[in-house]
């Protein structure tokens, strides 16, 4: 299979149960079920799956922020399906999602990535995102992580 027989589309709850088995598959400290349902019900609108066929092949989920100055995305939770992987399905989600936030007036998104998962870092830096800064003990077991954010220009 390759990206090119997948479809992005929004989320549904009918969806969740395998955005939830995805997501057990990709984290040491997985989201819950209800954890994703919350946050498809609270941003409907970027909340995106990559669907092969009948089967979810990975998701993005993420929440709008207002700080008053500006307007961005934040990248809540983003995973492929173990076999799906290296196919070029997370740039697709990614991609589906910043088009998205700029259409709702987003001036860039951010997000938060393990420090030692240098495997994401190196796909959101190939993609356009540029560490901002350092957040100490931000993940249960103590790990910090790397904020990482990417600004539109329009």
């Known amino acids: 299979m390759t990206a090119h027989h997948v479809h992005i589309r929004r ?6 149960e395998e955005i939830t088995s995805i997501e057990r598959a990709s984290f040491p400290d997985p989201w819950e079920e209800g954890t994703l349902a919350e946050s498809l019900r609270f941003y409907p609108r970027t909340f995106f799956v990559a669907e092969n066929e009948s089967h979810i092949a990975g998701f993005v989920a993420a929440g709008m922020e207002d700080t008053g100055e500006e307007i961005y ?3 809540l939770n983003l995973a492929v399906g173990p076999s799906f992987r290296s196919r070029g399905i997370g ?6 999602l910043e088009l ?12 938060e990535v393990r420090m030692s998962n ?3 870092r190196r796909f959101y830096e190939q993609i356009g995102y540029e560490q901002v800064f350092v957040l100490a003990d931000y993940y249960a077991n103590g790990e910090h992580a790397i904020v990482m954010m990417k600004w ?3």
């Open 73 to 75: 995305g934040h990248i």
């Open 100 to 111: 998205e936030c700029l259409l709702l007036g987003a001036s860039g998104i951010q997000l």
């Open 91 to 96: 740039r697709m989600l990614v991609q589906r």
């Open 11 to 16: 989320a549904r709850p009918d969806d969740l």
């Open 118 to 120: 240098e495997r994401a």
């Open 152 to 154: 539109f220009i329009y």
